[in-house]
């Protein structure tokens, strides 16, 4: 028998949506491992098919305004824990003002050298051009597409000026009341996250760390008795 949707496990942890648009958060948090214990957040120390693993969380911009099925856009893009925590702290600091975006390129480069580039934005503006109150300040913006990655001196990557091509976009405006309960459940579960993980994880890095101690002291120790032995 098919499980019901309703038994069915997510890792959403919230969304708004409203008659044309759905905004979404999603767990993509990830554990450091126990030799970066303190750290508690993986920052890719390890790999899993072939890509580093990070940390994050997942944000999704749905646009069904036309329609549903083919015609539904659906963006993504994925944000570090404190990058949602800086958010919050601009709401409740009560910016009237506020914009910030960020943009990635990650992934192999096709057949034509492009590879899989992604865009985020969020701002708040209190008044349109023409001085109308907006009810809705608060606009989030994904852009998903295609560019060229071009490798840094520090063996990381950037998205070549101009290569962008967009593929799909979509935006929502929210109220500051709005976005502000949609970034509070968040830091929420970052933080209930953090406390579960921590626990196991810094037990067993402490652990770990003490042995490599006694270890590196035992072989001091060693080398100082004998100290030309082969």
């Not at 865009?119 to 809705?136: A, C, D, V, Y």
């Not at 990557?157 to 101009?162: A, P, R």
Request: charged fraction near 20%; proline fraction near 3%.
């Amino acid at each position: 028998m098919n499980q019901s949707y309703q038994n069915k496990a997510s890792d959403q942890i919230c969304k708004i949506q409203n008659d044309k648009k759905l905004i979404s958060f999603h767990d993509r948090l990830r554990a450091a491992p126990n030799t970066s214990y303190a750290q508690l957040h993986a920052k890719g120390e390890f790999s899993e098919n072939n890509h580093k693993v990070h940390s994050l969380i997942g944000v999704s911009i749905q646009d069904y305004s036309n329609g549903t099925g083919e015609r539904n856009i659906i963006t993504r893009f994925h944000l570090a824990p404190e990058q949602i925590q800086f958010f919050l702290t601009r709401l409740t600091a009560g910016f009237q003002e506020f914009e910030w975006s960020i943009s990635k390129i990650f992934g192999e480069p096709d057949q034509n050298g492009f590879s899989t580039a992604q865009q985020f934005s969020i701002s708040r503006h209190s008044r349109t051009p023409n001085g109308q109150e907006l009810k809705n300040p608060w606009r989030l913006q994904i852009v998903n597409g295609r560019g060229i990655k071009v490798k840094n001196r520090n063996g990381g990557s950037y998205m070549q000026s101009g290569s962008f091509q967009m593929e799909k976009s979509a935006f929502i405006q929210l109220a500051d009341m709005d976005l502000y309960l949609l970034f509070k459940r968040v830091d929420s579960y970052i933080s209930e996250w953090e406390h579960c993980i921590a626990q196991p994880l810094i037990t067993s890095g402490k652990e770990l760390l003490v042995s490599q101690q006694a270890q590196r002291q035992q072989e001091q120790q060693s080398f100082q008795q004998y100290p030309y032995a082969a």
